[in-house]
């Protein structure tokens, strides 16, 4: 900053849209720039090209609460999620980039004796997965955070599900380091270009209409997370997803009063403390269909009810910033990465509000199935047609919780 950032180079291209590429990924997020990492640098891929509508890390990559985690139960679930978490573990020498990936554990709340009997049997879920779990007494939680109401409360704590190598991670950094990444390896990463439509010849997906001309592709690889309902509509298709606002905060810097990162059993709220001291929070998504960026003042109150009822210290704070993403919220709370039924037209999504954690698994896994035309062998569940055959991934409480 002192020489006024002169001679800095852009981290990386901004090459003009060519007329077609092999595979075209629509979508500039943390889901879409990895996917491109992952084809160009593990399946040898070419001619790749990634279209971001407005600018890469708008999006939700850049509006999550950075918490990372693999403390998922069931069968579909857990496998992907451990993955993830150890590409998170390898991610900064993978891609030469400091993404502030902080390993400062989270910690599930427990508020009664049902509840911890439902959080054992997921611990060893994860354990069985080769996942880490330990089950902590209130006096460890006492201990390790002093700031939480864990007597006299509405919901005093009996204890909690810790996942020490659970934590957060620098969110924009990781779509930063991902384009980067993929651009080094020849990925055309084109911002402001809005995909508006499909190129269909002979009931097949050969291209996509574009802001900024059309472009015809080989494959065509949908990865907008919450824009997933609208874009498909182009093709003609109807998700089993609805779209949500889900809000966060942030409050002035405080001294360190959170190690790790805590979840509220008894309601809607979770709270990280980042680096630079503010208390990262939030809590459940807004009630209604929407796709504004912002959400609404009832669930604000209530967010900060939960945080109150657990976290009394979070009353002296002042809030700094609030914001909104749109969620992709999917029937059962698991994604979406699949074929579809037109040749050609590939889909990720219905992430809900959990899908950053899985931003490196998801980019390999739907690397993965682009290139081989196989589900990756993690992610065998996540198929379009579980939603037909009832074979519903209904992680209760977990994949549907915040964060
Ligand atoms: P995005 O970054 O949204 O990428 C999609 C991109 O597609 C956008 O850049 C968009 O501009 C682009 N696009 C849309 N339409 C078009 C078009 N027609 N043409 C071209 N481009 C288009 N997850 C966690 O695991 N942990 C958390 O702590 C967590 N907290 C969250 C808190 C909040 C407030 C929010 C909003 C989300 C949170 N999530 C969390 C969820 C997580 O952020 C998302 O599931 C994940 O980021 C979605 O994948 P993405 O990064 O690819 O999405």
């Not at 991902?178 to 097949?204: H, K, P, S, W």
Request: charged letters at 20%; a neutral charge; glycine letters at 14%.
């Amino acid at each position: 900053a002192l020489t006024g950032h002169k001679g800095w180079k852009p981290a990386w291209r901004d090459p003009e849209p060519q007329p077609s590429y092999d595979i075209v990924i629509i979508g500039g997020g943390g889901h879409g720039l990895a996917t491109a990492y992952y084809l160009a640098k593990v399946y040898g891929q070419k001619r790749i090209a990634v279209l971001e509508k407005g600018w890469i890390g708008g999006g939700n990559v850049g509006r999550n609460t950075t918490i990372i985690r693999s403390n998922y139960l069931l069968d579909g679930n857990e496998p992907f999620y451990e993955f993830s978490l150890k590409l998170w573990e390898g991610l900064e020498q993978e891609l030469n980039y400091n993404a502030m990936v902080s390993q400062r554990g989270i910690l599930n709340l427990i508020h009664t004796d049902a509840q911890r009997d439902a959080f054992i049997r997921r611990g060893n879920a994860m354990l069985l997965n080769g996942a880490d779990a330990d089950l902590l007494t209130t006096a460890q939680i006492k201990q390790r955070y002093p700031f939480l109401n864990t007597d006299n409360a509405r919901f005093p704590i009996k204890g909690g599900l810790a996942q020490h190598r659970g934590g957060t991670v620098r969110h924009d950094a990781v779509a930063w380091g991902y384009a980067r990444g993929a651009d080094q390896l020849g990925v055309d990463i084109i911002q402001n270009c809005e995909v508006t439509g499909f190129v269909m010849e002979n009931g097949a997906c050969t291209g996509v209409e574009t802001s900024r001309g059309v472009i015809k592709a080989g494959k065509v690889a949908s990865c907008v997370a919450g824009s997933s309902s609208r874009v498909m509509e182009k093709a003609g298709m109807r998700l089993p997803i609805e779209s949500h606002v889900l809000q966060a905060f942030v409050s002035e810097g405080l001294k360190p009063v959170l190690p790790g990162v805590i979840t509220f059993g008894a309601g809607h709220f979770y709270c990280s403390q980042s680096d630079k001291g503010g208390l990262v929070f939030g809590g459940d998504i807004d009630g209604y269909n929407s796709y504004a960026q912002r959400g609404n003042l009832p669930v604000v109150e209530d967010v900060c009810e939960g945080g109150m009822a657990i976290f009394p210290m979070l009353g002296r704070a002042r809030l700094l910033r609030m914001w909104g993403g749109i969620m992709d919220m999917s029937m059962d709370g698991s994604p979406i990465i699949d074929r579809t039924h037109i040749d050609g037209l590939f889909f990720n999504g219905g992430w809900c509000y959990g899908g950053f954690k899985a931003t490196p698994a998801s980019g390999y896994v739907y690397a993965h199935l682009l290139a081989t035309g196989e589900p990756h062998p993690t992610a065998t569940a996540y198929r379009f047609d579980r939603f037909n055959r009832g074979l519903m991934i209904d992680e209760k409480g977990m994949g549907n919780q915040p964060n």
